[in-house]
């Protein structure tokens, strides 16, 4: 049987790579974004295309609507869709933070909501969280990003407890510095915020040290490969560290205490 798998966040960087190797994999799959005119390659690759806005109940009870009335099941679901929106935490209007919130995390819950019923139904599925090394890390100008990640962990971790009872698993992606357009839209949201406050100093120098990190960054496609592998393997683990140094940094920040990491980080920003 053909499993079905939707991906959010399907118009760029991880969904499209992660889109597209599914369906050379075999699977149906559904690639969900804003800007349907962004997936014409995904098209023609065989993803069937949803418009679907995370912020948007409606958009979002109608793309997954579309899909059981159509295949009458979901089987994997990638919550890829994200926004990283950086800042000084003084200095982020509050409504902008709200709206990280209702993308990472309100719009990621509300989605598995919806597919949730299905899955109970066929006592099958699996939910697949894209969350970030900055789900068990922090750094300065990401407090409400970094707060989005550590909180879908923590929604993921709950989440993969109540479901075990129904055969749906949860699992994490946490991806290092990958190549997207994401690294550039937030160090233009911390200039913009940040460059001309009392925070400009230090945000120049992490401005630079994120320049410096897309350097080192791996491929979309590397992070893509390892949502499949979660998605198909028997056993999943429930976190997977993926790409652009991700393991080895997770690793250095088990070794140090608070105050050693804080210290390793600002000595970066030079």
Known sequence: MVKIVLVTGASSGIGKESAKLFVQKGYTVYGASRRLEKMKDLKEAGVKLLEMDVTDDASMVSGVKTILDK????????????????????????????????VNIFGLARLTQLVLPAMRKQHSGRIINISSIGGSLGEPHGSWYHA???AVEGLSDCLRMELKQF?????????????????????????????????????????????????????????????????????????????????????????????????????LMR
């Open 167 to 267: 055969g749906i698993d949860v699992v994490i992606i946490k991806p290092g510095a990958i190549l997207t357009e994401w690294n550039t839209i937030a160090r233009e949201n911390l200039l913009k915020v940040s460059g001309n406050t009392d925070y400009q100093i230090l945000a120049a120098k992490h401005v630079k040290m994120m320049e410096m990190a897309d350097q080192k960054g791996s491929l979309p496609i590397v992070v893509a490969r390892t949502i499949v592998k979660a998605a198909s393997c028997k056993r999943p683990k429930t976190r997977y560290a993926t790409g652009g140094g991700a393991k080895i940094i997770l690793f250095v920040k088990k070794l140090l205490s608070d105050r050693m990491f804080d210290r390793l980080m600002l000595s």
């Open 71 to 102: 295949e009458k099941r979901i089987d994997i679901l990638v919550n890829n869709a994200g926004y990283g929106s950086f800042g000084a935490l003084e200095d982020v209007p509050i409504p902008e933070a709200r709206y990280q919130f209702e």
């Open 148 to 150: 989005t990640k550590f």
